[in-house]
């Protein structure tokens, strides 16, 4: 069975930094393309970032673009966000999610729709304060 479990969320101000971490176990963590999504109160959940299999290739939605890096660690099996210059607006539940890919396809693809992915983790709240 797949786990997501992701960790790292807080309360902060305005401008202030936070990296994310979300680490998978149950099958090979090399084999998924991850991403990030983040979900407000009353409203649908948006893609955030993505990273592909092999690290390669990476997206990121307009909202965060400079502001935001995501990176993997297939090691440790764990996909990192890396959140500088948050703003209010960014406050919502942020989930990693991992979609299964055939391992002797090409590994830098990445994905960005919410129905893109096989799992998502529980989620982690990110709150900045103005």
């Known amino acids: 069975q797949v786990q997501l479990v992701a960790s790292g969320g807080g309360l902060v101000q305005a401008g202030d930094s936070l990296r994310l971490s979300c680490t998978v176990s149950?099958?090979?963590?090399?084999?998924?393309?991850m991403g990030w999504f983040r979900q407000a109160p009353e409203k649908e959940r948006e893609f955030v970032s993505a990273?592909?299999?092999?690290?390669?290739?990476?997206g990121y939605a307009e909202s965060v673009k400079g502001r935001f890096s995501v990176s993997r660690d297939n090691a440790r099996n764990t996909v990192y966000l890396q959140m500088d210059s948050l703003k209010p607006e960014d406050t919502a539940v942020y989930l990693c999610?991992?979609?299964?890919?055939?391992?002797?396809?090409?590994?830098?693809?990445?994905?960005?729709?919410?129905?893109?992915?096989?799992?998502y983790g529980q989620g982690t709240q990110v709150t900045v304060s103005s």
């Open positions: 999610a991992a979609r299964m890919t055939d391992p002797f396809s090409s590994g830098s693809f990445y994905y960005t729709r919410t129905d893109g992915y096989n799992y």
């Open positions: 149950g099958r090979a963590f090399s084999t998924y393309a």
């Open positions: 990273i592909s299999r092999n690290g390669e290739a990476v």
